[in-house]
């Protein structure tokens, strides 16, 4: 990964202002490389060649002064982003503060760095960062032993009532990213309901705790059930669920600065919900609001958001206005914050790939699908996933008449399904019956493969989660009455 690259090409215009104006402090009236190689790689953006770099401001044997360059411009960059971020990020402060403090105990300058810690203290407090809390009392304690005017005893009685919201903290995060990754991982195709443990241990923890009426630990419960909704499929209650929620804490002005991410995430389960019980209409209406808070927001905010939003646009469309849908990805293609992602990019390729396959767009479709194989993102992904992509890639190949390479490949899908012991899936069976289909001579005369067509279809019906109506596909091949 070129950090640099990714470093230079992330920063908006006022963090580049801001960086220059860093870097010009000193020596700004001389020939600056590091200047000229932040311009070189603005300038060239993703497709930045660094042995050419190299040679052009090194010659061709300066590779480590090159390499040298490269990493003082990153952490040149980094502090001026430090820098103009303290007054802006409350937690950030924190931290700023804690080094303060560092640099005046290295001088033995206890009462003025305990000062520091005071105020470090005070800021975390009130961004609820109990791991960094932790982390001051333990400071205290330490400096207590050279300023007699603080009594140990009370501050470590006060890191003993930190420690216990930050246990409770750190669970609430562990399963929570459990569940996030597994959510990720299979993008909702796969085994469902296999959580339920995670979130009794969740709910244990919420239950009569006190604690629990902060707005960081209020989110973070909201957001437990939330995902308890998802994994068990109840859509109904997750959409009362999150409207209930937005309602109370915009009363109670639960959203803040200090969780600028909490709002716009509520909307985007929201959105989703609705989509899942095809209230399709209500869903766009959603995710216009949720462009509307994302505008206002931090642009790293809006980063995040935005292909959550076109998320929610594309999952509405399909449905409401197929073209529509496709242009919203098309412009997702071409947004410069969305472009740099595999994972983004893999959900736009896989969406493009079924949207063409259902306007009978077969040559698009396939050209979509394998640009979702070559995606770096995609060995990353769950089998049941792979599965449900080798089933599209069969669809088209047969739409094409593609024979030779749909048998070739026939070959190696269900060498990798066996190989993941996927077999009784809803996936591998679409599978299994598509060799079926395939190697029939007249499909529409064969009673055995009618037969089991028919099986199929009664035993799993279509799924809003499905990538393609293979169960309609397969009825129309087989001349299903």
Known sequence: MNILKELVNQLNKEEIRVYKYYAERMRWDVSRKDLELFAHYKKSGHDVDDAELSKLMYGKAGMNAFSRLKNRLTEEIHKSLVIDNIEKNKSLQTYFLMCVYQYHLSKRNYKLAFNYLKKARKAANETEQYDILDTIYGEMIKISRELLELNPAELIEERGKNLERLNSLRKVDEILALLSYRLKRTQNIGEQGNNAGLFDEALQIFTGNADYSTPQFRLRIHKAISQLLIQSKDYP????????????????????????????????????????????????????????????????????????????????????????????????????????????????????????????????????????????????????????????????????????????????????????????????KTISLLDKIIKSKDPKQDKKLYKAVTQFVNETPYDASDMVDVNQWMKKKIGFK
Do not use: C
Request: hydrophobic residues 40%.
């Open 237 to 428: 209650n997750l959409e009362l669920w999150i409207k209930r929620n937005i309602a109370l804490f915009e009363e109670e002005q639960v959203f803040s600065r200090h969780n600028p991410e909490a709002h716009p995430e509520m909307m985007v389960y929201l959105i989703n919900a609705l989509n899942a019980q095809k209230k399709y209409e209500e869903a766009l209406t959603y995710s216009h609001t949720l462009f509307r808070l994302i505008q206002d927001a931090p642009v790293s905010i809006r980063s995040k958001f935005l292909y959550f939003y076109y998320q929610g646009l594309v999952a509405s469309y399909q449905v409401l206005n197929r073209k529509k849908a496709i242009d919203t990805l098309l412009e997702m293609q071409h947004s410069p914050v969305l472009n740099t992602n595999d994972f983004y990019d893999m959900f736009i390729y896989t969406n493009l790939a079924i949207l063409y396959f259902d306007e009978g767009k077969y040559s698009l479709s396939s050209k979509n699908l394998n640009k979702v194989y070559r995606n770096s993102y995609y060995e990353q992904t769950d089998s049941a996933l792979k599965t449900a992509l080798y089933a599209l890639e069969l669809l088209i190949r047969f739409e094409m008449d593609d024979w030779d390479l749909l048998e070739y490949r026939l070959g190696q899908i269900k060498k990798d399904i066996r190989k993941w012991g996927n077999l009784d899936t809803r996936e591998a």
